[in-house]
């Protein structure tokens, strides 16, 4: 069964804090996206990926930075937490143009 | 900019009672129109993808439908287990791969 796995199901951080979001796909998909998902905004592109190293943001990226050293991971990190970054994150993998994402399960964040 | 937009942003149903969501999507060129389900507190799960108008697809009491502007997920004889939101999402050409969302429907299907 192909899979998208996020790392933590339920996260509490603190305000400033370095957070890191880990994402694995046992697909071999090039293509990789971090979402977030708030009530009443639904969800929305925060960076992704088509390659190796490669990244580009996407419509909301300010406050985070991404990392993928690696094609089946694709790490989503808050530089300095804060309140307002509270909420369900979501990464998909895609096979490529025409394909629909596979999404992990989630990973709610909460920042006090 | 690409815009998809769901209604009704809530819907109650009793068990049988069928129904339909829509999709109204504005893109340069579509690429494919997704629908996902997604249950409380988990991540979206893939239902269908269209890619062009008058394609229709179905999978046990769900039907998906396209037109040049807007998609319908027909729902016949729903069941309570089909209590979800359901998202509507759509590629556009040249688009990166990016998928835009809707808000989704909040259905609710009572017993």
């Known amino acids: 069964d192909v899979k998208v796995t996020q790392s933590s199901r339920y996260l509490v951080k603190r305000t400033g804090e370095k957070v890191f979001l880990e994402c694995v796909q046992d697909?071999?998909?090039?293509?990789m996206f971090w979402y977030r998902q708030d009530p009443g905004l639904g969800l929305r592109l925060i960076y992704f990926?088509?390659?190796?190293?490669?990244?580009e943001k996407g419509d909301i990226p300010e406050g985070y930075s991404v990392s993928r050293e690696k094609k089946e991971r694709f790490s989503l990190i808050l530089e300095s937490a804060s309140t307002n970054q509270t909420s369900m994150y979501l990464c998909?993998?895609?096979?490529?143009?025409?394909?629909?994402?596979?999404f992990g399960s989630g990973t709610r964040l909460t920042v006090v | 900019e690409d815009q998809v937009t769901q209604s009704p942003e809530a819907l109650r149903l009793q068990e049988g009672e069928s129904s339909s969501l829509n999709c109204s999507y504005t893109?340069?060129?579509?690429?494919?129109l997704f629908w996902y389900r997604q249950d409380p507190g988990k991540g979206p799960e893939f239902l269908f993808t269209?890619?062009?108008a008058g394609e229709e697809k179905e999978k046990e009491r769900l039907k998906a439908t396209l037109t040049k502007k807007e998609s319908f997920l027909h729902i016949t004889a729903p069941k309570p287990e089909d209590s979800a939101t359901y998202l509507c999402?759509?590629?556009?050409?040249?688009?990166?791969?990016?998928?835009?969302f809707g808000k989704g429907t909040l259905l609710t299907v009572n017993p």
């Open positions: 697909m071999d998909h090039e293509n």
């Open positions: 893109v340069s060129g579509l690429r494919g």
């Open positions: 269209l890619y062009s």
């Open positions: 998909a993998s895609s096979a490529g143009a025409g394909y629909g994402y596979t």
């Open positions: 999402a759509v590629q556009a050409l040249g688009s990166n791969y990016k998928l835009t």
């Open positions: 990926s088509y390659d190796v190293k490669m990244k």
